[in-house]
């Protein structure tokens, strides 16, 4: 089994910047494509970015040009560089993982979340 953990949510006022991590944690595993996703009160969970083992990407276009997502498959960690942020980014962020082991045995994995809110 993998577990995900995030961190680097808070406050900050509008135009500012945050950096969310996603460290995985396990045995004998793998990463496939991991993703960020984001739940605002009232509204469903929405796919902001992905990225693949290789390092290709995708966003969500209101994140484009703004957020950066990336990963460091040594550290098995994900980062979300946001970067001018706007109050309706506003919402839990949450990891998401594929991942496999010889075993063979394959899973995806959520981490807990952590709260970003955005002041204007």
Not at 6 to 20: C, I, K, Y
Not at 21 to 28: I, Q
Not at 62 to 78: H, L, P, Q, W, Y
Not at 105 to 112: C, H, S
Request: aromatic fraction near 8%; proline fraction near 2%.
């Amino acid at each position: 089994q993998v577990q995900l953990v995030e961190s680097g949510g808070g406050l900050v006022q509008a135009g500012g910047s945050l950096r969310l991590s996603c460290v995985a944690s396990g045995s004998g595993f793998r990463l496939n494509v991991m993703n960020w996703h984001r739940q605002a009160p009232g509204r469903q969970r929405e796919l902001v970015a992905s990225i693949g083992s290789g390092g290709n990407t995708n966003y969500i276009d209101a994140v484009k040009g703004r957020f950066t997502i990336s990963r460091d498959n040594a550290k098995n960690t994900m980062y979300l560089q946001m970067n001018d942020l706007k109050v309706e980014d506003t919402a839990v962020y949450y990891c998401e993982a594929d991942w496999w082991t010889a075993v063979p045995e394959a899973g995806r994995t959520w981490g807990q979340g952590t709260q970003v809110t955005v002041s204007s």
